[in-house]
């Protein structure tokens, strides 16, 4: 049976409400530095040991990115001896088996649990990387097997590994995802699924070419929050490979050449919320970052007609301007 780690991130939705100290949210934290945060963070966990809930990762996290996860526990999808493993802004990689405490943490801006809430001397780019490494370097009571990536790759070298996650996610973890590819006995055991992310340097060669059109897959409609797990569960379950990043490469250029075909009329496009849309603006903001913002009238081309998505221009308009005006006050999340 081919055996296959898959990474995934977590969710903010969770069944269990955080205890006391266990959100970043809390007064407590407020106002203090990265480093000085880690130590609080850290020492309210380590503090109350088992005196606190637990529930097993794969029935403490919800939500409809959780429910896409949840289709692949049941069984061996094609075949496969899956190992699900997580990926907590909280409390770092653990596995889904993992009775774990609930938690208020995440690497996305603009959230009252974001990690960038904490004061950093660091450049803006890496305080999500040092909070991660932090996290790697944690031992909690909770928390069994590997505690990195590379660690993970260490522990099974000649077993492939997925990564699905958002940009924020991707690029926090970017240097773990890089020692965890030279960790394996074949980097191209490493894929990586992140909607949005177009470049990872290093990792270029592992990233699978996964696109908001292939919303207008037959196989693959539904809410863009959710695509990056509805793509990997299409190529777990339809894939007869070996899970290497070309092969899952060439399976996911294969999808967007048939959502080509498939592409809908004005009147069968995509309808958005406007959490979606202002999210979609603020990912070409970050893609643009360093560069001349794009502007708002080939933005909206761009998302009418490359993407496939339904937005009035005054809609659009309204939505462009406060997410510039977010960005502008730091608050881009």
């Known amino acids: 049976m081919k055996r296959l780690n898959l990474v995934v991130t977590c969710t903010k939705t969770k069944s269990l409400f955080p205890e006391d100290g266990f959100s970043i949210r809390d007064n407590r934290y407020r106002g203090l530095t990265l480093d000085d945060g880690w130590r609080a963070w850290k020492g309210s966990f380590d503090s109350k040991k088992s005196n606190c809930k637990t529930e097993v990762a794969k029935k403490l996290y919800k939500g409809p990115h959780w429910s896409s996860v949840s289709k692949l526990f049941a069984g061996s999808p094609n075949g496969v001896h899956l190992s699900i493993w997580v990926c907590s802004a909280g409390l770092g990689l653990i596995s889904s088996n993992s009775y774990i405490p609930s938690y208020g943490a995440t690497f996305s801006k603009g959230h009252p649990d974001s990690i960038w809430n904490f004061e950093s001397e660091c450049k803006a780019g890496d305080v999500g990387r040092d909070w991660w490494n932090l ?72 990233l699978l070419p996964v696109e908001s059109r292939l919303r207008t897959h037959d196989r693959l409609r539904g809410p863009l929050l959710t695509l990056n797990m509805r793509v990997v569960v299409e ?14 490469q060439r399976h996911v250029s294969q999808l967007l050449n048939e959502s ?18 202002r999210a979609y603006i603020l990912s070409a903001f970050n893609t643009h970052k360093g560069a001349q913002r794009i ?33 502008e006050r730091g608050n881009d999340g």
Not at 169 to 190: N, P, R, T, W
Not at 260 to 277: F, G, H, K, M, V
Not at 300 to 314: A, I, T, V
């Open 135 to 206: 996290l790697t370097s944690w031992k909690p009571y909770f928390a069994s097997g590997p505690r990195s990536l590379s660690e993970l790759a260490r522990d099974e070298p000649d077993v492939p590994v997925i990564v699905v996650g958002s940009a924020e996610y991707v690029k926090a973890m970017e240097g773990d995802l890089v020692s965890a590819k030279h960790e394996l006995i074949d980097s191209k055991l490493l894929s990586i699924i992140s909607c949005g992310t177009k470049s990872l340097l290093e990792l270029n060669e592992n």
């Open 235 to 248: 190529l777990i379950e339809a894939s007869n490979s070996t899970y290497t990043a070309p092969e899952l």
């Open 260 to 277: 080509e075909a498939q592409l809908p009329s004005y009147s069968e496009r995509i309808s958005q919320t406007d959490n979606e849309i």
């Open 295 to 327: 502007s708002r009238s080939k933005l909206l081309r761009q998302f009418r007609s490359k993407d496939n998505f339904k937005c009035s221009e005054d809609r659009f308009k309204r939505l462009y301007e406060d997410a510039a005006a977010d960005v």
